[in-house]
């Protein structure tokens, strides 16, 4: 009986569902799935111990690593995969089994098309920052935005922050700066980050 690799990133910030994906890789095997011929890597969660790197050393222990997607590799990760075993993706028809066949350079056009796509939104994600005139991200201490998307200081907690600031230049520890104006010490870093402010 062959023996399939199954394999998951899951990128920071992101939610995959592990159950939800491994009925995605039933689908694409007819809704047979060999659960006792089976080892599951992921990289992503702390509860399953074996990633990307594990599964390479694993390799000759299997006939077949299935992708559930693409995310988080690169294609001389699918190469060294193909070196190894045969190779398929469960949202990628077909399978290959060298660098050779047109299976193995559909993977490879799949994961080099999604790179182009996510760069060139990013690019274009830029650009639409570059363009607008209102605050984008987190509105920093001492600050509020107004209705228009712009930041303005508030009085008030801009001496809070120039005293703050003072406190951190004069070398005052952290932890009794944030104790004495009742901010935290990670916002107390974050003014000073923000600001560009280096203890001397």
């Known amino acids: ?53 594990e599964l390479i050393n694993d390799l000759e222990k299997y006939d077949m690593v299935t992708l559930l997607t693409l995310d988080g590799l690169t294609t001389s990760d699918l190469r060294t995969i193909v070196d190894g075993a045969n190779l398929s993706c469960a949202l990628v028809e077909g399978v290959a089994t060298s660098h050779k066949t047109d299976e193995f350079k559909r993977l490879c056009h799949t994961l080099e098309a999604r790179e182009y796509y996510h760069s060139l939104r990013g690019i274009r994600i830029k650009a639409g920052m570059k363009k607008t005139d209102k605050h984008i991200g987190n509105v920093p201490f001492g600050h509020e935005r107004t209705d228009d998307g712009k930041i303005k200081p508030v009085p008030r907690l801009m001496e809070l922050a120039k005293k703050v600031k003072n406190q951190y230049v004069a070398g005052s520890p952290v932890y009794s700066i944030a104790n004495e104006s009742g901010l935290t010490t990670r916002q107390v870093y974050g003014l000073m980050e923000y600001w560009g402010v280096k203890r001397g």
């Open 1 to 53: 009986m062959s023996k399939c690799a199954l394999y998951l990133y899951c990128p920071s910030g992101k939610n995959y569902d592990l159950d939800l994906m491994f009925d995605e890789f039933a689908k694409h095997n007819n809704g047979v799935v060999d659960v006792a011929n089976m080892e599951m890597y992921a990289d992503g969660w702390i509860d399953i111990p074996n990633g990307f790197s």
